[in-house]
């Protein structure tokens, strides 16, 4: 059974626009949550993560949000730039092991 | 700072067949893990690795053994592959077995059974 659930297999947004990714978890002992960002042909790369003690984490144009009573929690990306186009990891984690699991992913598309 | 390597890139194997996934990590990582990513199911942990000479199985182990000899690498072998183990395989390594540090990847094996 899949932990973690990204429901959109792909997005597509216009270059200065806001893109939101959204991803949903079942299990309540994930403690920490993850995304990653993988473009073509290479490994995925950390983006930003969050604490099951914050609601928010901000890094740039990055923030995640965390609603821990509905198991969501979701990527925004403002602006978007076409440099953005890639496939989006949501994952989660317990505290005291790196038992990560992810999501399916999300294909993000910034158009020009 | 090549980070974590992988090798090789691409291989084409017949039903039956063996082989070794080397992973090589430069950055003194403790712990060290490997993934298969399927489409439509994310990235799933096979093994895992707390340290040289340890190794755990992850959420989908069977079909697959793991070595860690020397700290810096991590080997996958498949000895009888079978058509369900195509897939492109991720090895990972962290400094930290906590829930909150990041991973670092490989780029990846495609690995095609037939």
């Known amino acids: 059974d899949q932990q973690v659930k990204q429901n959109s297999p792909s997005l597509s947004v216009q270059e200065g626009r806001i893109s939101i990714l959204n991803c949903d978890y079942t299990?309540?002992?994930?403690?920490?949550f993850l995304w990653y960002k993988k473009y073509p042909a290479e490994g995925p790369t950390f983006l930003i993560s969050i604490s099951s003690i914050k609601d928010k984490n901000e890094d740039g144009r990055f923030t995640v949000f965390l609603n821990k009573s509905a198991k969501h929690l979701s990527l925004h990306i403002v602006p978007s730039q076409p440099g953005d186009s890639a496939v989006y990891f949501c994952?989660?984690?317990?505290?005291?092991?790196?038992?990560?699991?992810f999501g399916a992913g999300t294909r993000l598309t910034v158009k020009p | 700072n090549a980070g974590v390597t992988q090798t090789p890139k691409f291989r084409v194997l017949k039903t039956g067949q063996s082989m070794t996934l080397l992973c090589a990590q430069d950055?003194?990582?403790?712990?060290m893990y490997w993934y298969r990513q399927d489409p439509g199911m994310g990235l799933r942990l096979i093994h895992y690795s707390v340290g040289e000479g340890t190794t755990a199985k992850g959420e989908v182990p069977d079909g697959y053994n793991v070595s860690r000899l020397k700290k810096q690498n991590f080997l996958l072998g498949l000895e009888s592959a079978a058509p369900s183990q195509t897939s492109v395989y991720f090895c990972?390594?962290?400094?930290?077995?906590?829930?909150?540090?990041?991973?670092?990847f490989g780029q990846g094996t495609r690995l095609t059974v037939v």
């Open positions: 994952a989660a984690s317990p505290t005291f092991n790196n038992d990560m699991r």
């Open positions: 299990n309540s002992m994930f403690d920490y």
């Open positions: 990972a390594s962290s400094k930290s077995h906590r829930g909150n540090t990041e991973a670092f």
């Open positions: 950055m003194n990582h403790e712990y």
